[in-house]
């Protein structure tokens, strides 16, 4: 132990002798991904140090009752963050592979927080998710994870327990500020959320037309606004909501093994709640052979773009809805449907050759074809293709 603690007052003095300014770009991101993973494993360490010492009792020693509250001390972080971490240790003890790759830095705490907690409930996704973990950010394996969780809760079982959840409260802070927080069942919050992305889209182009750049929240809070005070356009570019469901289990009214019923973006729903909401739908008809889509029939007085629903569903055989086609990027927002090969070079509109991005990788995608030689110069005032 006193050899690893002159390490670490090693690495510390190394790291505060840093000048950033010395080194190449490659050289500073080849250095940021070393740190991380350092960073990864030096919280691994620190909290299978810190729960061996709480065990020992250690802490009541040093004048703390609870564990917690003597390492949010030692590590400045909350007694929560600290619950999380010793609490995260002990879980990850029931996944091999997941501590391996915890104590050598290649996930974080809360991707193996993460899994543990998935593969507790889901027993044998912890390889789905360790692989994915190793290679995206902590939302990607959020989302994965959860779906799991939400997949194995009985559809009505599950409905109830998010009905009994819903809230919305509201307070003022410190500033004078109206905050607020909700919960809302799939059904009910997913038109919300579609509707207030696309006013927030809409009142962030307005603005940025006019010079002003802020960040998206601010003009979120805009978009919340108008919508409340009934303004705004009040409608998503897309469906309010999409719903997939198994036509056999819709008939029969509830599920049997491996059929889906689901509010893409919002997780399982049950039948009944599905049949419930179709007496007022748009309905349309996608037949798939659980990977790929086959077909796309609309049914209803206004005819819709056939390609525009396929895309929307996201992937299979999850259809889980979309986000940024960018590996190791989890945005859900201000999505654009982006041509892999680009029209200027002959690409062609179809399901293949059409992703989801986001803006930021938008641009840098299409930067790069144009570096290719794939769209011609660029014309002044013209965003991507």
Avoid at 112 to 140: D, F, H, W
Avoid at 244 to 272: C, K, M, N
Avoid at 323 to 328: F, R
Wanted: net charge positive.
């Amino acid at each position: 132990m006193p050899g690893f603690r002159t390490l670490a007052a090693q690495l510390r003095a190394s790291l505060a002798a840093l000048e950033v300014g010395c080194y190449s770009g490659h050289d500073c991101a080849t250095a940021a991904e070393e740190l991380a993973a350092t960073r990864n494993a030096c919280a691994a360490a620190e909290a299978r140090l810190a729960a061996r010492a709480a065990k020992c009792g250690v802490h009541r020693e040093r004048g703390f009752a609870d564990a917690s509250d003597w390492l949010a001390s030692t590590t400045g972080s909350t007694a929560r963050e600290a619950r999380a971490a010793l609490d995260t240790v002990g879980a990850v003890e029931a996944c091999p592979n997941t501590m391996d790759a915890l104590v050598s830095g290649r996930v974080s705490m809360a991707q193996a927080r993460e899994i543990a907690r998935t593969e507790s409930v889901v027993p044998g996704c912890e390889s789905e998710l360790l692989a994915l973990a190793q290679r995206g950010s902590l939302g990607v394996v959020r989302d994965r994870a959860r779906a799991r969780r939400l997949a194995a809760i009985d559809p009505e079982k599950l409905y109830a327990r998010q009905r009994a959840a819903r809230e919305f409260v509201h307070w003022i802070d410190e500033l004078g500020m109206i905050r607020c927080r909700g919960a809302f069942t799939p059904e009910v919050g997913i038109p919300f959320v579609n509707r207030l992305d696309a006013e927030t889209d809409r009142v962030r182009k307005a603005a940025r037309r006019k010079g002003a750049v802020e960040g998206r929240e601010a003009y979120a809070a805009d978009a919340f606004a108008r919508i409340v005070e009934g303004g705004g356009s009040g409608t998503a570019t897309s469906a309010d909501i999409v719903i997939t469901i198994d036509w056999t289990a819709f008939v029969r009214g509830h599920l049997h093994p491996g059929e889906r019923s689901q509010i893409v973006g919002g997780g399982p729903i049950p039948p009944s709640l599905v049949r419930t909401l179709s007496k007022h739908a748009f309905l349309k008809a996608v037949l798939h052979d659980g990977v790929e889509i086959q077909q796309v029939l609309h049914v209803g007085r206004y005819r819709k773009v056939e390609l525009r629903t396929a895309l929307e569903l996201g992937p299979g055989p999850e259809f889980a809805g979309l986000t940024c086609s960018e590996a190791g990027c989890d945005r859900r927002y201000g999505l654009q449907f982006d041509h892999v090969h680009p029209v200027a070079a002959n690409g062609v509109t179809s399901k293949a050759n059409l992703q989801p991005i986001c803006t930021p990788h938008h641009h840098e995608k299409t930067e790069r074809d144009r570096q290719a030689g794939l769209l011609g110069r660029r014309r002044a005032g013209r965003g991507p293709p």
